[in-house]
C-alpha cells in the first residue's frame, strides 16, 4: 500500500511546499483513514466484497472519496469506467469511526481466463484548519485490488511455486528472467542471487502479471553463472503475509 499526494487536487505541490518553507507556514498530509488490509481479493462467485476504512484520528471527522481504477493512477472517480459498484461512494468518517464500503462486480462478457488488477482508491479530503497560515493536502491511498474470473473457481495462488527462472545472459552484462507461467500476479517485496559470497539484490519491488516476463540485471557478479547459484525471494500472499522462496535457474536458453 503507497499514499501519494495528489498533484491535480493541489496545484503544484512541490510549488508549495516551497513557498510554506519560506514562509514558515505549518503542514499537514498525515492520512487519517487506512484502509485494513494491504490488497484486496475478488473471486467473481462472490455477490459482494466488503472493503473497511478506519479513522485513527480521534479528535476529527473525515471526508473520503472512494474510486476504482483500471491501472492507470491518473483515472479519477468520473472517468476510470471499471465493472464496479461502491456504497457509499464518498463518506463522513467520524472521529475514531470505521465506514465500511460495499463492493459488487457488474461486469458481463468479458470472458476474463486469469487474474486481472484494478486499483481501490481513497482521496482523504483534510479539515478546515483554524490555525493561521496552515496548509493541508488531500492524500490519496491506492491498493491492489485482484479480481479472479469464474474460470479460477477453485484455484490456488501458485505463482512462486511455478514461475521459471533462467539465465538470459551468461556472459557481462549478466542478466536473468523471471516467467510467470500461472494465472495469478505475483507481488515480491525482495529478489536476491545466492550462491556468490554476498547475496546480490536483483529487485526491491516488483510485480509480475500473468504469463509476464520480466528480466533482472545482475550487478556485481564476478564469476560466471553455475548451477549453485539460486534465486532467493519473497513474495506477499492473499492476506499481505510475506512468503520466502528459493528456486533454481536454469542455465539454458
Known amino acids: 500500500m503507497r499514499n501519494v499526494e495528489i498533484g491535480k487536487y493541489i496545484p503544484t505541490i512541490a510549488r ?4 510554506a518553507a519560506a514562509f514558515s507556514f505549518a503542514l499537514s498530509s498525515q492520512a487519517a483513514v487506512v484502509i485494513e488490509g494491504t490488497r ?11 472493503v473497511k476504512l478506519g479513522n485513527v484520528d480521534e479528535k476529527v471527522g473525515t471526508l473520503v472519496q472512494i474510486w476504482i481504477d483500471e491501472d492507470n493512477i491518473d483515472a ?4 476510470s469506467g ?16 470505521k465506514q465500511q464500503v460495499r463492493m459488487v462486480y457488474i461486469g458481463e462478457n468479458e470472458n476474463l481466463k486469469q487474474e486481472k488488477l484494478y486499483w481501490f482508491n481513497m482521496l482523504e479530503v483534510p479539515p478546515k484548519s483554524n490555525e493561521p497560515s496552515s496548509l493541508s493536502f488531500a492524500v490519496r491511498t491506492r491498493v491492489k485490488l485482484f479480481f479472479r474470473p469464474k474460470a479460477m473457481s477453485g484455484m490456488v495462488p501458485n505463482a512462486p511455486e511455478t514461475t521459471v527462472w533462467r539465465w538470459t545472459s551468461t556472459k557481462e552484462p549478466f542478466e536473468i528472467e523471471a516467467h510467470n507461467t500461472s494465472l495469478f500476479h505475483m507481488s515480491m517485496p525482495s529478489v ?5 559470497p554476498t547475496p546480490i539484490e536483483l529487485s526491491r519491488g516488483t510485480m509480475i502479471a500473468p504469463n509476464e516476463r520480466v528480466k533482472f ?13 539460486k534465486i532467493r525471494h519473497s513474495s506477499l500472499n492473499d492476506f499481505g503475509a510475506e512468503m520466502f522462496f528459493t528456486k533454481t535457474i536454469s542455465l539454458s536458453k
Request: proline content about 13%.
Open 16 to 19: 508549495a511546499i516551497c513557498a
Open 76 to 79: 479519477t472517480a468520473s472517468s
Open 40 to 50: 484486496i481479493v475478488y473471486n467473481e462467485s462472490q455477490r459482494e466484497v466488503n
Open 82 to 97: 471499471v465493472p464496479f459498484i461502491l456504497n457509499p461512494p464518498l463518506a463522513k468518517i467520524g472521529p475514531g469511526k
Open 192 to 196: 536476491f542471487l545466492e550462491g556468490p
Open 217 to 229: 540485471k545482475v550487478e556485481g557478479l564476478t564469476t560466471p553463472p553455475d548451477s549453485a547459484m
